[in-house]
């Protein structure tokens, strides 16, 4: 697979980093966001050589926590899983590696071409820092309402002795 900056869709596109500069700019996007923090959708294009056909599929990547165990058991290690759909089959692979074995072997490179596209996901990203700032709300009015509930139990019970 080859990622097509050419288009616009890559991380070095000079039009999507001027857009980028502009709107962060005007707006409160978390455009300063490290690497690691940074959300981007993801899709595969199958170009069939014979006929020009191009599809495109989504690529979806997934963390798999392990939740509880047997206590004294070390927990699982997390892991990651990407996903693929191609109309009723579901691709599923551990790492990039894997899944670009998986799509050479349906789609070999003499019947097809494949690329990987990737794009910031500005959106994601906002909506995620919104459901942030909205926990961190609930959580410090829960923490507030408990504070001033043990507060007023107490000036009861010191009121009435």
Partial sequence: MRKNDAAGEGRYSPRRTAEHRQRSATSAEPADLPDSQRLHR??????????????TLTLQAMRLVHLGGKRGDPPPPDGQVLRLQDDATVIEASDIEDMRTQLRSKYPDETHERRLHWQRDLEAE????????????????????????????????????
């Fill in 42 to 55: 993801c899709w595969v294009e199958i170009r069939d050589l014979h006929d020009g056909s191009v599809r």
């Fill in 126 to 161: 906002q909506r995620r820092t919104a459901a942030r700032e909205s926990l961190i709300q609930l959580l410090a009015e829960a923490v507030v309402n408990d504070l001033l509930r043990e507060q007023t139990a107490g000036q009861k019970d010191s009121g009435t002795t």
